[in-house]
């Protein structure tokens, strides 16, 4: 297990380098975003059962991919393709390296925005206290759960960890911190802003000391999806493509690569069975898109409502020259 002061110097590092989800019916996620508005839950994180991982937490990124609907299926409604973003291994995403040039363009930043990357990061550890009041039959045998955590959650994880006030690992055994979860809402979406480390270290009980002994640790990147390969590279770039292009997602052609949310996968989580579960609700800093280009809005005129498909078209035909 990595030192507090090894994780802090990683964390630095990245920082120097410029650095919700669905369950899958898998019980032994803990699902926070239920909790009712107002509602609180406290959890303790543990470490990662790969000692090589100098964090606690290992970081998924995502792309969606909509499509309008699917092809040969004339009732089809709109759906969406999860794809695994390779950065997250080390490697260059052939899908980034076309958004990210779309940023610089503020007619195209908008698109720009729906293809990027969305992260989130995999926890393990107990629920201390339930806020949401779960049945014996919704909880897995094993209570050691894991949580998904999305960036603005993560961000007030993280800040405890870079305050040099912080003299043990939260993740520590004896001298460990819980965190509070607690959720709010703000503009209409689920807000986790206040959440926070407790201020007194608590060791674990004689019943959490049990289970880790029982159960062990999870290796949390056995939780990432499948590292695509050369052939699912160039699949995805095809979706991609289609996708922006309005074309309706082909099963038969990339079904059996990646398939859209609620059918059965061949990336994610290798122990989640295919029953869908509810999502996490959407929070207001959930996404960590690049920053708006600074630039004045336009005033509306009596064209914009009727102009808007030529106005899509007109984006969408920039895209593709630049593809070219």
């Known amino acids: 297990m990595a030192s507090l002061a090894e994780i802090r110097a990683k964390l630095k590092a990245s920082e120097q380098k410029g650095s919700g989800e ?4 898998d019980k032994s996620i803990y699902p926070f975003w239920n909790l ?19 964090f606690f937490w290992v970081e998924r990124a995502m792309i969606k991919l909509p499509f309008a609907g699917i092809k ?4 089809s409604k709109p759906i969406t393709v999860q794809v695994p973003c390779v950065e997250m291994y080390g490697d260059t995403c ?3 390296a076309e958004v990210r040039a779309w ?8 698109m720009g925005r729906k293809y990027w990357k969305k992260r989130s990061y995999i926890f393990q550890g107990f629920v201390a206290e339930d806020g949401l009041g779960e049945q014996s039959s919704e909880k ?5 759960r894991r949580f998904i955590i999305g960036p603005q959650i993560f961000t007030s994880i993280r800040a405890a960890l870079v305050d040099p006030e912080l003299e043990d690992l939260p993740t520590d055994l004896v001298h460990g911190l819980d965190y509070r979860m607690k959720k709010g809402s703000k503009g209409g979406y689920a807000d986790y802003s206040t959440s926070s480390w407790a201020r007194r270290e608590r060791p674990l009980s004689d019943d959490e000391h049990a ?17 695509p390969g050369e052939v699912e590279l160039k699949v995805m770039k095809e979706m991609f493509e289609a996708s922006v292009d309005g074309e309706p997602y082909d ?12 059918m059965s996968q061949n990336t994610g989580d290798p122990k989640a069975t295919p029953k869908a579960a509810p999502a996490p609700a959407a929070s207001h800093d959930e996404d960590d898109t690049p920053a708006p280009v600074a630039k004045a809005a336009p005033a509306p005129t009596a064209s914009d409502s009727a102009g808007g498909d030529s106005r899509a078209q007109d984006i969408l035909a920039m895209i593709r020259n630049r593809q070219k």
């Open 251 to 262: 099963m038969e052609r990339w079904g059996q690569y990646f398939k859209p949310a609620g």
């Open 36 to 54: 009712k508005e107002g509602g609180e839950s406290t959890l303790r994180f543990l470490p990662d059962g790969n000692t090589d991982n100098t």
């Open 94 to 96: 052939p899908i980034l």
């Open 72 to 75: 040969g299926e004339s009732e």
């Open 211 to 227: 289970a880790i002994k029982q159960h062990g640790l999870f290796n949390l990147s056995d939780f990432l999806p499948k590292k």
């Open 140 to 144: 897995p045998e094993n209570p050691i």
């Open 22 to 25: 669905r369950t899958g019916g």
């Open 103 to 110: 940023f610089k363009d503020p007619a195209l930043e908008d």
